[in-house]
């Protein structure tokens, strides 16, 4: 094998050795060549490699693929034209049609969505695909790397034509999504981007956010504020965040003192979500006031842990903002005589789930996109945030 020939990627050298043998008629018109499965053993690759060098023996009309009965060499004269025309039907009710590729469907692998977060992030992606003619299916993992796991593999065996992956949090990213980068399977991940990994991300550009927050509570006189996050797990969006706020500081020459942080709130994780937990993170921050007098502002880096600050400082006898001031990231939007908002920042979530959904399809017609997609979040001022008491801001 020549150094050309061996920098190819595992996927071409399949396609390659596969159509030579179709072109040498050692596969005869008709004759089923060998599947994904036995391709990925034969090769020592993973089935997702293997898929990419039979759809690419496909779309050059060489093979014609039956799910669920494999693939065959093409009749030029009868099965492109039955492919075109005619979808088939797996046993499960599936439909798919090999040649005439229009309608793409892609899945969307999302940890939840709620009013705060993810409902527009939806709508967006739901409304691209309408835009697009493509499908969009979507499972929930709750934020458990394994359900991520299973949800990718599902899809996968499904046979979507792409992936839109926001990612679980946790200290490290799922083995499925490495397979799919090192597959070049089109895929996006949205709201995170996972170090070490070269796939295209969309996300919010948090660092200039969280400096926007910040900075909004420095004009306000603001001086000792509690950064308030979830614990610490390698995720790249709160990072950012942590990095935005600390870089904030810096251009003002304010001494960041992270003895006003608290960082160990856990009810707002996946799976964590319960009575008892939440009471735990109330009473903590109620001791951290307590603790604290000088603080006067909370910066919550997500909308529940907002939620716990607001009645922490309401268990105090505090009011809001007076007392103290609070902004958070993302609040849902407020119905009309509802009488209460917090100080939020706004990440777009309509165009982050519109550019996912069509930076896979790009990447799924062979085109280049951008590996990673920062948006501006917006400050939306609301009643939670005030100037601070002069008595506690020294």
């Not at 496909?58 to 014609?64: D, F, N």
């Not at 942080?261 to 009473?283: A, G, K, Y």
């Amino acid at each position: 094998m020549n150094e050309t020939t061996s920098s190819k990627p595992m996927y071409e050298k399949i396609f390659d050795e596969v159509k030579q043998l179709i072109v040498n008629k050692s596969y005869g018109q008709g004759e089923r060549v060998p599947s994904e499965k036995e391709l990925a053993e034969t090769y020592n690759v993973s089935r997702i490699t293997s898929k990419k060098a039979l759809e690419m023996l496909a779309a050059e009309h060489l093979i014609v693929r039956k799910p669920g009965r494999g693939s065959f060499v093409a009749d030029p004269a009868v099965d492109y034209i039955d492919s075109v025309m005619s979808p088939e039907t797996t046993s499960d009710g599936t439909v798919f049609n090999s040649f005439n590729h229009e309608e793409k469907t892609i899945g969307l692998i999302i940890t939840d969505f709620g009013n705060s977060y993810g409902t527009g992030l939806i709508y967006g992606m739901e409304q691209a695909s309408r835009d697009n003619d493509c499908f969009l299916v979507l499972r929930r993992t709750f934020g458990v790397p394994e359900n991520e796991e299973q949800s990718i593999q599902k899809l996968l065996s499904l046979g979507v034509d792409g992936l839109i992956v926001f990612p679980a949090q946790g200290e490290f990213f799922n083995a499925e999504i490495l397979k799919l980068v090192i597959g070049r399977f089109p895929l996006v991940l949205v709201d995170r981007h996972l170090k070490g990994v070269a796939a295209a991300s969309i996300g919010t550009d948090n660092i200039q956010a969280a400096l926007k927050g910040t900075e909004y509570l420095f004009d306000l006189g603001h001086t000792h504020i509690s950064f308030l996050s979830p614990p610490p797990a390698d995720t790249t969006a709160l990072e950012e965040r942590v990095e935005g706020f600390i870089q904030a500081h810096a251009e003002r020459g304010i001494a960041v003192d992270k003895g006003l942080w608290v960082s160990d709130l856990t009810s707002t994780l996946p799976n964590s979500f319960n009575d008892e937990n939440i009471e735990h993170d109330i009473s903590r921050l109620v001791s951290h006031l307590q603790e604290n007098p000088a603080i006067t502002a909370l910066f919550a880096v997500e909308y529940n842990i907002a939620l716990l600050a607001r009645t922490a400082v309401e268990r105090l006898g505090l009011r809001i903002p007076e007392d103290i001031s609070i902004i958070c990231f993302d609040s849902p939007p407020t119905p009309l005589g509802s009488g209460y908002a917090f100080t939020h920042l706004r990440q777009n979530e309509e165009e982050m789930g519109r550019l996912a959904v069509e930076n896979v399809l790009r990447i799924m017609n062979g085109q280049t996109v951008s590996n990673k997609i920062m948006l501006e979040a917006k400050l939306i001022s609301g009643e939670s945030t005030g100037p601070a008491k002069p008595s506690n801001s020294n």
